[in-house]
Structures are given as C-alpha cells and as structure tokens.
C-alpha cells in the first residue's frame, strides 16, 4: 500500500508542476496596447472630421487664398504686429483673387479671412503632432501590436502626402495676371478625396482594434461574401460622388442652379457644354457638374437600395441593423442635397451636405466590416 501510494504521490506532483491550459494564446505576446492606440486613433479620426469641417468653411467662405506661401514650420505663427499684417495683406493683394474679386477689401477684412485659412493649416499642424507623438509613444514602450506598425506608419505617410497636396491645391489659385479666383477644382477634389481615405484608414482600424485578434480570424471564417462584395461597390461608389461632390465645391456649381428636379426647367441644363475643348465641360461648367453630381446621386441611392435588400438577409443582428443605418443615412444625404440646392447652396446647410457625406462614408465602412467579420449572435444576444 505505500508503494502505492508514493506512485499516486508522484502523480500528483507531476500534475502539479504542469502550466495550465490558458485560453487566448493567439493574443498573448501580439495585443500590444490595443486598447490604448483605439482611443489615440479615435482622437485622431475626431481631428481629421474637424479638419474636414473646418477645411469646407474655409472653402465657402473663400479664405483658401489668404495665405499665399508655404511655411510648415514658420508658418504655425500669425502675424504680430501692424507691419506683419500689412506685409501679409500686400502679399494678398498682389494675387488675381484680391484684384479681381475682393479689390473691396479692408486689412480688417482680410484677417477674417486670413483666420479660417490659418486656423485650417494649424489644425493639420496638430494632427501630425498628435500622430507623431503618440506612434513613437507606443513604439518606444513596445506596445504596437505585431504586424501593426506598417499600418500607423501608413497613416502618417499620408498625412505628410495630405499637407504637400494642400499646397499643390493653394498654388494653383495663387496667380497673378492669369485671371484665376479660386483653386482648380480638380486639386481640391484630389485633396478632399485624401482626407476622406485617411478617415477611412483610421476608422476601419479603430474597428479592428476594437475586438480581437482571436475573434477576428474566427469571425473571418463566416464571411458575407455577397454582402461584402457589394458593400465594396458601394463604397468605392460613394467615393467617386464625394469627389464628383468637390468638383462642384470648386467651381460654386451647387449655385448655379437652384430648381429641382429639372436644372433650369429642364432636364440637362443649357449651359452644359458652352465651353471649349469640350473636355473641360466636365470639370468647370457649373450646369454640366452639377448635372452629373445629380445623376451619380440617383445612381448611387438606387445601388444602395439592392445592398440594403442584400444586407438585410444577413443572419446577424448586428449587419442587418448596420445595413440599416447606411440606407437611413443615404435617405437623410438626399434630403439635405435637395436642400442645399434650392437654397443655393447657403454655407450651413452646404456644410451640414459635406459631413453628412463623412457620416455615410464611415456607416459604408462599418457595413462592409460587419460583412467580412460577422458578430455571432444568438437568441440571447452577442456571443461572449
């Protein structure tokens, strides 16, 4: 009996000393601070729709050419004294804007203008610092997750991309003696179009971050692919109207015509193809825009209709209401669009059209997320 005993002894020491099983290894030694670089992320994304919304009041209010250099760095500061302002307004007044369009103005005049330009680039100032700050932050303490450094790199390389581009859009309307009042509307499209695919980046890896390493591969293997597939559609769709949108935003085209649904009485305005070469009738004739931006949205509600029939079919909870939301959103976009139209496009009403256009773009995002990583559910809500 003792011998038995000292076997059954052993056994339990052997037992002892083995680790236990622990649940979540994929993670161990991969999460990182995920948690941590959410919330830095989310500041950021609130950064870039402020930078949207403030960057659309500078166009309205036409103040993109009241700064007519670029200084990264010695720019961050205003002028300070009498003699800094007027060296800044004798710069304005040599441009074609202030001779041809805004000869009227006073120095007082001009820093109201000066003010949204400036405010607009320090805000892109601050959030290259906050990017900055917190990437080396996390890469400093080792807490970016594995396979995540690329990604925030990535966002700070378009950053950088973003400022050079506003310069490139800026100096296109800073001339003198070619007759130019505004920016080419093709570079302000170009700019608008980088920053919304910068909120898309940060949005779709706060929705990464936002659950598991673990869940995500296991929800990857119940993909929609039908779903996500036209979800994809759908949002490279409402990207082509966001620039289409700009095109407009440039040329003041959402002014030009303020009937709806015809454009002047009828269905293609009169003026769509007055100018020559023919080509730039689709980027600087304000009826032909404004035409096609009114077209493309009909389109574009029509396609979002068949995802939201397919969307709806899903057998999560949580897609099905996603779907939802994008067809509610893209239901509100339209009624503000009439709006802004009839109205001739006043400047709060035009802006509110412009970050609704953020809000659909992100629920767009979410949809198409939800449809390549399905929350499981059940009778009794979420799975845990």
């Known amino acids: 009996m003792s011998s038995k005993r000292k076997l059954f002894e052993e056994v339990d020491s052997a037992d002892a000393a083995r680790p236990a099983t622990q649940p979540g290894l994929i993670d161990q030694g991969h999460g990182g601070a995920r948690g941590a670089i959410r919330v830095w992320l989310m500041m950021l994304f609130a950064l870039v729709f402020i930078m949207i919304a403030v960057g659309g009041l500078t166009r309205l209010t036409d103040s993109g050419l009241s700064i007519t250099e670029w200084r990264p760095i010695t720019g961050a500061l205003p002028p300070m004294s009498v003699a800094e302002w007027e060296a800044e307004f004798a710069k304005y007044q040599a441009i074609d804007e202030f001779r041809i369009q805004n000869q009227w103005m006073q120095l007082d005049d001009f820093k109201v203008i000066y003010w949204w330009e400036w405010g607009h680039r320090q805000l892109g100032r601050v959030i290259g610092v906050?990017?900055?700050?917190?990437?080396?932050?996390?890469?400093?303490?080792?807490?970016?997750?594995?396979?995540?450094?690329?990604?925030?790199?990535?966002?700070g390389a378009l950053g950088g991309a973003q400022g050079a581009i506003g310069w490139w859009m800026v100096s296109s309307g800073v001339t003198q003696g070619e007759g130019t009042t505004d920016v080419a509307s093709y570079r302000l499209a170009t700019h608008l179009g980088l920053a919304f695919v910068i909120l898309g980046f940060i949005a779709w890896y706060v929705m990464e971050l936002g659950r598991s390493a673990r869940d995500l591969m296991q929800a990857r293997r119940a993909k929609e692919a039908k779903q996500?597939?036209?979800?994809?559609?759908?949002?490279?769709?409402?990207?082509?109207?966001?620039?289409?949108?700009?095109?407009?935003?440039?040329?003041?085209?959402?002014?030009?015509?303020?009937?709806?649904?015809?454009?002047?009485?009828?269905?293609?305005?009169?003026?769509?193809?007055?100018?020559?070469?023919?080509?730039?009738?689709?980027?600087?004739?304000p009826g032909l825009v404004q035409f096609i931006h009114r077209v493309t949205g009909y389109l574009l509600a029509a396609f979002a209709v068949v995802v939201w029939l397919r969307g709806r079919k899903s057998s999560h909870a949580n897609t099905r209401f996603a779907f939802n939301a994008v067809l509610a959103a893209m239901a509100l976009q339209i009624v503000i669009g009439i709006a802004t139209v009839l109205y001739g496009a006043p400047v709060h009403i035009a802006l509110v059209h412009q970050l609704m256009a953020v809000i659909l773009w992100v629920l767009i995002l979410r949809a198409r997320f939800l449809s390549g990583y399905p929350i499981a559910t059940s009778l009794r809500g979420p799975s845990t």
């Open 228 to 285: 996500w597939g036209l979800s994809t559609g759908l949002l490279h769709f409402a990207f082509l109207q966001i620039l289409i949108g700009a095109l407009v935003a440039g040329i003041d085209a959402g002014r030009s015509y303020t009937d709806w649904p015809l454009m002047g009485g009828q269905i293609l305005p009169a003026s769509a193809f007055n100018l020559e070469p023919l080509w730039r009738n689709f980027f600087e004739s």
């Open 130 to 155: 906050v990017w900055a700050l917190g990437f080396g932050w996390f890469a400093i303490r080792r807490q970016i997750p594995t396979g995540w450094t690329p990604k925030l790199l990535w966002l």
